[in-house]
């Protein structure tokens, strides 16, 4: 259907066919939307780092189908129009390969990122080692990953760089405590002591996965014998757990009278 309208002839076939394109792509991919974010809502149970991992992979998913959809859409608009859509096409082909080479980093970057996502290397939350710079993961992105230490700072590190990492939070820690006894204290004291304390501490210490463990005189050194005390955390609790060990033998020996030796210095006057 044609109709004139100032001394122009409109195809209203050109003007209503594209409109009825666009409401078509805009309606399928509002279904494939709604169901990939359904299907990712069924599991409540998740760990608030799982369910990151399965937002930002839906996301990825649902961006790459909307720029499907949106070229799909507007080859078919310019087919309409008699424009050769196979030779924009093999234009596309050798424009891909031409940006592909321009952009080899931030392709990598994506691949590793995609992979680090799905494969679950590490998580938001997790204690991770990278070239020598320790801190918890607080970002993971297609592109970066970002890292934060104790002390605030914030590395931000290409996905593809992302290799020969260490990860502190798969595995539980180890608290391990040395303790300096004087030589003239008890045996009988001191282990006494040790099981008297560390059964009520069994009970209260917050991180601990087992029960706490004496493994005997661990030194020699000039002026004490060193008894090593050792507990299993959960990952990375092993710092806060030794503070409070240390703190708690500590005012236990005091308890008792065991002493702890200080390194001491003699002034003598020669006159």
Do not use: C
């Not at 001394?7 to 279904?31: A, D, Q």
């Not at 080692?129 to 605030?152: N, P, S, Y």
């Amino acid at each position: 259907m044609k109709v004139n309208l100032l001394g122009y002839t409109i195809n209203i076939k050109l003007l209503i066919i594209p409109v009825v394109y666009i409401l078509i792509g805009i309606i399928i991919f509002s279904l494939i939307k709604r169901i990939i974010n359904k299907a990712s809502n069924r599991n409540r149970v998740l760990k608030t780092a799982q369910k990151q991992r399965l937002k930002t992979i839906s996301t990825l998913i649902l961006n790459i189908i909307k720029y499907i959809i949106v070229i799909l859409v507007l080859l078919a608009i310019l087919s309409l129009y008699g424009v050769n859509v196979k030779s924009i096409l093999a234009g596309l082909g050798i424009g891909t390969a031409i940006i592909g080479l321009a952009f080899q980093d931030l392709a990598k970057d994506l691949i590793a990122g995609f992979s680090i996502i799905t494969e679950g290397e590490y998580e938001i939350g997790d204690t991770i080692e990278v070239d020598g710079f320790m801190g918890e993961v607080v970002f993971i992105g297609l592109r970066t990953t970002r890292i934060r230490d104790f002390k605030g700072a914030t590395k931000i590190i290409g996905n593809h760089y992302m290799d020969n990492i260490i990860n502190y939070s798969i595995n539980n820690s180890l608290a391990v405590v040395d303790v300096s006894i004087s030589y003239e204290t008890n045996e009988k004291l001191i282990e006494d002591t040790f099981d008297n304390l560390f059964k009520k501490l069994n009970k209260e210490l917050e991180y601990a996965t087992k029960d706490i463990e004496v493994w005997g005189v661990h030194d020699l050194s000039d002026s004490a014998v060193i008894y090593r005390v050792v507990v299993e955390t959960k990952p990375m609790k092993h710092i806060y757990t030794e503070r409070v060990l240390r703190k708690e033998i500590k005012k236990a020996f005091d308890k008792v009278g065991i002493k702890i030796p200080y390194t001491q210095i003699e002034v003598h006057n020669g006159k």
